[in-house]
């Protein structure tokens, strides 16, 4: 059986954070293989802050060395918001199982997701720890210690939360969006 953990996101800025939930997914024994999807814009956002591209790109950079780690562009090629069904879909034309991650700070609004009766019935529901969140049982907890959030790490751009392979671009990209 073919497996894949999907790890979507915003990832706006991608940080270390990110990093620690797919080490995390890396000790997995379940999982064959990670895919990352950042999205061309969150289904429950109506903007982005740095473009698309430019989110894959860095993702592209900071994974390039992880065994067993990919960057997928599906829902960027899309260029609207994908619900993560549709982009669970398509995964399951390639894997037998989806293991679909998610933040702890997830929890509350999941079903308000996009045909969340259906996808719950396609995907195994891993959750990553986040700001002491309770995980219930039902879902596989992922016990990751980082305590980062790109809605803060924007405002405060602090270096030493960023991936040392891009964090100077990243940093630099945010302060000027920032002063402008």
Do not use: C
Request: cysteine-free; proline content about 4%; aromatic content about 12%.
């Amino acid at each position: 059986m073919k497996t894949v953990a999907l790890f979507g996101g915003s990832f706006d800025p991608p940080h270390l954070g990110h990093e620690a939930v797919v080490k995390a997914l890396i000790s997995q024994s379940e999982i064959d293989k990670i895919v990352i999807m950042p999205t061309f814009l969150n289904p429950f956002k109506s903007s982005s802050f740095a473009p698309a591209k430019k989110r894959l790109k860095w993702l592209e950079e900071i994974f390039s060395t992880y065994k067993d780690v990919f960057i997928d562009s599906f829902e960027v090629q899309k260029h609207e918001k994908v619900p993560t069904i549709t982009t669970v879909e398509y995964l399951l034309t390639s894997y037998d199982r989806v293991y679909l991650v998610i933040g702890a700070d997830n929890l509350k609004d999941l079903q308000k997701w996009y045909k969340f009766d259906e996808l719950e019935k396609m995907v195994t529901f891993v959750v990553a720890s986040r700001d002491e969140i309770y995980v219930p049982q039902e879902f596989i907890k992922l016990f990751v210690q980082a305590d980062i959030s790109s809605t803060s790490l924007r405002q405060t751009m602090n270096i030493d939360k960023l991936s040392a392979v891009n964090a100077e671009e990243i940093m630099n990209y945010y302060k000027e969006k920032n002063d402008n």
